[in-house]
């Protein structure tokens, strides 16, 4: 999904410096380092790879149904210009917002752009988790939330680009988040899981303002809290895998 794509790389980077911030807060030079070419080469030989593959494969999913098909290499190339530039920037932004305002900024931003992905595609699931055709849903062909998880593009976009994608990402934020204290990293994972939910609240409270009770309301409300709670849990939970030190009493640092 285009449209919901800058938010999820942007996450993907951020989240990553947020698990790295206590290696990071203090590097004076922000693109002379291994996490920053760490990224780069998760986003440019997995992510975007995979996203392309999918792109040509239900492009009209991807564009929202604006297009049919792709019958040339420009959306794709368009695509690939768009995941690295966000990478790029998306690494400045986050390291400066870690360096000048601290690690719970940046994580909120992390987190908030997450949210932004997920809860969207709950509450539009009729556009982007939608089930039908091109034509179908022009001609205003209902689908159920539900009906989407048996498709060939939930199968694509979701298992077979997690299988691909999801490993490098989790070992890149585990091995980035290790170093801290036990106490340490669970006041990190603590405030995730407080800003998770504090953010589907809120989220919840501007869509109602906005959109009041859509119709079939209900429906949307809980596939949007569904997306938001399923897919922050498998972005965060892995962290418990961290390594963590333990300085003891002689002064020996501990790995755990």
Known sequence: M????????????SFCVTCASHKLVNVKD???????TSLLMLISFTFVPVENWVLHRHTDWETSFMMRETTDSTLIAFATLLHVMITVVGYWISMFLL????VKILMRTSLGAFTVFFTAQGMFYDTFMYSGSYDEFHAGVPYSFLSFFSTTRFRDAYIIFFL??????????????????PAQKHALMGDMTREVILQLGVMVM??????GVLPSGVERYVAMAAMHLVCHVLVIAPLAL???VTVEENGAKKVE
């Open 242 to 244: 961290a390594s963590t």
């Open 164 to 181: 691909l994608f999801g490993p490098p990402f989790y070992y890149m934020c585990v091995s980035f988040a290790g170093g801290r204290s």
């Open 2 to 13: 285009l449209v919901l794509e800058p938010f999820w790389v942007y996450a993907t980077i």
């Open 206 to 211: 501007v869509s109602v303002v906005l959109c």
């Open 30 to 36: 922000i693109w002379g380092n291994r996490y920053f």
């Open 99 to 102: 360096q000048n305002f601290g």
